[in-house]
């Protein structure tokens, strides 16, 4: 069975251009300190578990309202139950977007492959130099190219998204990352935001203006970057 550790039951920005409902799962390989969903990382079920009968009961009820369900985490590519739990949301018509960390490309792509999911959000947490440092943990950089050689080839409609925080990221980090994911279809640089649930403490958001210097770095290996949320 899935671990199911929430819920939300309508959201219009995390399925681009869908109305959806999202899914949390718990339990994450990565320990980054401004993750705003510690408790999902550190103490999954501590609230409690979202049962898979609640949770289709949703999407039966739901029929018609909605385009898409949301899976997201922790890393929901921890989840052994993962594909069934996926092919079921399918068997119903919805459509599935899946957050991941990209640590798991072959899990990945046998999703994907059996058209298991329509969209692909990938966090890209850094240069591939300093991403022990900002995941909290030691981090299998292959791994990490390899899921974003994956996406890139354009078998799943996809984007990158980066949270950037201060003391984690560098001006000179942007560049980095463009030249990592270069041809990107989309990329999406994110302010940090407190959540009030972090696994670090002493983190900090840099100011719109700061944001707008590290896009323009940004693109100019990845011309399609953006803000997200600033």
Not at 24 to 48: I, M, Y
């Amino acid at each position: 069975m899935m671990q199911l550790c929430g819920l939300q039951k309508l959201t219009l920005l995390d399925f681009p251009g869908k109305m959806a409902c999202t899914v949390f799962t718990g339990g994450c390989d990565f320990r980054c300190p401004f993750c705003h969903n510690a408790s999902l990382v550190l103490r999954p079920g501590e609230d409690g578990f979202v049962s898979e009968s609640e949770f289709f009961a949703l999407l039966d009820k739901r029929k018609g309202l909605l385009d898409g369900v949301c899976v997201t985490g922790g890393e929901p590519l921890l989840q052994p139950d993962l594909p069934d739990f996926l092919r079921e949301i399918r068997a119903r018509g919805y459509l599935v977007k899946l957050d991941t960390n990209g640590s798991f490309p072959d899990r990945l792509r046998a999703l994907v492959d059996e058209r298991l999911a329509d969209y692909v959000a990938m966090d890209l947490k850094n240069s591939r130099e300093r991403y022990a440092d900002t995941v909290g943990c030691a981090a299998d950089t292959d791994q990490i190219d390899e899921s974003v050689r994956f996406l890139l080839s354009g078998t799943v409609d996809y984007e990158f998204r980066t949270t950037v925080v201060r003391g984690l990221h560098r001006a000179e980090d942007f560049p980095a990352m463009g030249r990592w994911i270069r041809g990107a279809k989309r990329w999406f640089l994110q302010g940090f935001v407190d959540s009030g649930d972090l696994i670090g403490t002493g983190l900090s958001a840099f100011s719109p203006d700061e944001m707008r210097a590290f896009l323009l770095l940004a693109q100019k290996e990845v011309p399609s970057a953006e803000l997200r949320g600033i």
